[in-house]
């Protein structure tokens, strides 16, 4: 069994910067990357950011690139969403999962991310 938490989020004001954090434990070995996703009310869930575990590839969607950072610390078991320059259209509910080479991915509970003024 593998629980992710999700942290960080909250109410910002446009331009501003959020951390989101995703902190893995269990049964964690052979997970093969983590993704961040969000879920805007009325709207389907969408991939954002993805990091491989092991050589930390990174992938972004085109919405979010040059503004988003994703990066891991193996140590801490932990993947962070840095999200900087943060606009009204990024406000959802963020989600992280972890994906395993053999076997089912795993998700978070979520953490609101709000940007408004």
């Known amino acids: 069994q593998v629980r992710l938490v999700e942290s960080g989020g909250g109410l910002v004001q446009p331009g501003g910067s959020l951390r989101l954090s995703c902190g893995a434990s269990?049964?964690?070995?052979?997970?093969?990357?983590t993704s961040w996703y969000r879920q805007a009310p009325g709207k389907e869930r969408e991939l954002v950011a993805t990091?491989?575990?092991?050589?930390?590839?990174?992938n972004y969607v085109d919405s979010v690139k040059g503004r988003f950072t994703i990066s891991r610390d193996n140590v801490k078991n932990t993947v962070y969403l840095q999200m900087n320059n943060l606009k009204p259209e990024d406000t959802a509910l963020y989600y992280c999962?972890?994906?395993?080479?053999?076997?089912?991915?795993?998700w978070g509970q979520g953490t609101q991310v709000t940007v408004s003024s």
């Open positions: 269990g049964f964690i070995s052979g997970m093969y990357a």
């Open positions: 990091i491989t575990t092991t050589g930390g590839v990174t």
């Open positions: 999962k972890a994906v395993f080479a053999l076997g089912p991915s795993y």
